[in-house]
């Protein structure tokens, strides 16, 4: 693998650190299996590149798209609480409705960012190669974005929430109001993959209606190979093995299509996914039955 392809799927990795974290605050912290990520994402790179085109400064087309992302998060929770819908239904409702918002706000099936301003535009002149820059940057983002989530999470909102997600009801009996618990943060988690959707889009030079399509999988991808490789014991450790995660996860998927002696090409990707989450799962599983059974012959 040249190392042009080894920073790109460093940049990628990083770039999807960003949903591996909204979906940790979903599944892993609200207890709240959401699908809405496979139609925040291209809301966010739809939101992102609409504006950029129609003049906005990227920057708050970036923060908008974000906004419209939390949105998206809101309904899903408000289905889900207000009118009782199943929270895995309800996630699913909001996806194939942001299909159509998404169609609506770029006015056709893509938007190309070609020749525009984006993010990225202004440290095209420090004299480094693309393939350099933007992993820095996303390095930037990728911990900023995961010291914000930390310090929410150890204050005292967000231990009500981590509460909320473990047990509602002994929440509830505490005082906390467990339904603007997960109105917030599924706005949260849903604002961070828009936030990747919409960094995605000027990165990739538009945006896509489909580019959405499977990653609810990514994100968990990460999250699982993550807390397979290491330790989640507290908040700082549970969100970097999400980061961790992803860029594994990226890791193997370049590695598994530049080795040309494997034999896969990029219409395989889902399959190695697939694979790749199943082995993440039975980690731990394996493991344990090892570990078990180097006890029982010591003994």
Known sequence: MSLIAFLGAIEIGLLFGLVALGVFLSFRVLNFPDLTVDGSLPLGAAV???????????????????????????????????????HLLASILTMIGLY?????IMGKPNQPLLGEVTIFTP??????????INPLIFVVIIVVAKLAVDAFLTSEVGLAMRATGVNPRMARAQGIRTG???VGGMALSNALVALAGALFAQLQGGA???????????G???????????????????????????????????????ADFIGLQAQDLKLITAVLVVLAMALPTVRKRFLRGGGARAS
Do not use: H, Q
């Open 48 to 86: 992102a590149a609409t504006l950029i085109v129609s003049g906005w400064n990227p920057l708050a087309s970036t923060l908008i798209a974000m906004f419209a992302g939390g949105l998206a998060g809101m309904v899903t929770a408000l289905l889900n609480i207000r009118l009782k819908i199943l």
């Open 100 to 104: 159509t918002v998404n169609l609506r």
């Open 123 to 132: 440290f095209e002149g420090l004299g480094l190669p693309y393939y350099w």
């Open 180 to 182: 603007i618990m997960i």
């Open 208 to 218: 896509d209606i489909s580019m959405g399509v499977g990653v609810i999988v990514i």
């Open 220 to 258: 968990l991808a990460a999250v699982i190979v993550g807390e397979a490789v290491m330790s989640t014991r507290t908040i700082f450790l549970a969100t970097l093995a999400c980061i961790v995660g992803s860029i594994i996860y990226r890791l193997v998927i370049a590695v598994a299509l530049n």
